[in-house]
Structure formats: structure tokens, C-alpha cells
């Protein structure tokens, strides 16, 4: 069960995950100590953790949402196959094993990026159609379109958290160096 200070350190790191203890515990008027117990726990409890995701749109890249139909002998691995790629972030089976959904993210410029994928797939995957389509927006909203964000904490907070480099969107801007990091 997460409480308001669980929330609260949740959507600290949401805003900062690079975020030293002591200044979320100034932000959430409370000891390091206790969030570094509280950060600890909800690593071993609740499987918190950091990733590091970047906008694809910020940093040139499109997003394609690409489906496989393959033999059922062939699709899990091909799945596999997918899951392990740099630029697929996530893969989903359908259709009674049949169907493969992918989201790939292509550099921009690639001239027919559905068929970049399906360049560096073993020849013998039992593909026998695909489809892609760009996308261009994704909505959310209900009550299981949760974002990953707690809205714990107030304007105030927020301020002292967000990153002196920051840009005024409350996003960081990218230099070269973090272009080439990405």
C-alpha cells in the first residue's frame, strides 16, 4: 500500500529521477533518511525503478506500430526476436499466438522503415504479412490510463524539483552530448 509520501517520492523522481534524498526531503519536508528507507523499500516491496526513456520525437526519431501475422510455430521467437532490438520497445502477442504487435522507433528520414525491420529478420521466420503505420498521437484517459506520474505534489514542490537545467516546458533541453548519449 503506497501512502502520500510514497507518492510523493514517486512523482519526485517522475520530475528528477537523477534527484539527490536531500532535496526531495526538503521538497517533502521530511528527513533523507527517511526517503532513502522509503526509496529502499519500495525497490524491494513494489519493483520501483529508474529508466531513463527518452522522447522519440524529441530526439529524431518516428514511432512506427508494426504487426506481423506468422505461422504459430514461428511467433514466439520472432516475438523474442523483436523483444531483444534496440529500437522496438515493446512487443505483444495476439490472435491466438498468430499476431505480433511491435512499437519500433526508426530514425527520421528512413525512406520505408517497415522494411528496415524486416531487413535485419532471419529469412525464415515464417512472416506472411505486415503491416505498419506511423504514429502520430497517443491518447489516454479512463481510469486504467494511468501515465506512470503521481500528481502528489504541489506547484511549490515541484519547482524545487525540477532540474536547474530544465527547459521552460519543465523537459530538459538536448545538447550534442545528449544526443550522443542517446
Known amino acids: 500500500m503506497l501512502d502520500d509520501l510514497d507518492r510523493g517520492l514517486i512523482h519526485a523522481l517522475h520530475l528528477d529521477g537523477r534527484a539527490s534524498f536531500s532535496g526531495i526531503a ?3 519536508g521530511v528527513s533523507t533518511q527517511t ?5 529502499q523499500r519500495l525497490r524491494a516491496n ?13 530526439v529524431g526519431r518516428s514511432q512506427w506500430v508494426v504487426r506481423l501475422t506468422t505461422s504459430p510455430a514461428a511467433t514466439r ?6 523483444a531483444r532490438r534496440p529500437d522496438t520497445s515493446w512487443v505483444k502477442l495476439l490472435s491466438g499466438g498468430t ?23 532471419p529469412r525464415k521466420t515464417g512472416i506472411t504479412s505486415v503491416s505498419a503505420q506511423y504514429l502520430l498521437h497517443s491518447y489516454r484517459g479512463g481510469p486504467t490510463a494511468w501515465q506512470g506520474i ?9 519547482r524545487q524539483l525540477r ?6 516546458s519543465g523537459r530538459p533541453s538536448l545538447d550534442r552530448a545528449d544526443q550522443a548519449l542517446l
Open 163 to 168: 532540474p536547474a537545467h530544465a527547459a521552460p
Open 26 to 28: 526538503r521538497a517533502l
Open 46 to 58: 513494489a519493483s520501483l525503478r529508474l529508466v531513463g526513456l527518452p522522447d522519440p520525437r524529441r
Open 77 to 82: 521467437a520472432l516475438a523474442q526476436s523483436l
Open 150 to 158: 503521481a500528481q502528489t505534489l504541489d506547484e511549490g514542490q515541484q
Open 99 to 121: 499476431e505480433i504487435f511491435a512499437m519500433v522507433h526508426v530514425p527520421h528520414g528512413v525512406d520505408d522503415p517497415p522494411s528496415m525491420l524486416l531487413h535485419d529478420l
Open 35 to 39: 526517503v532513502a528507507r522509503r526509496y
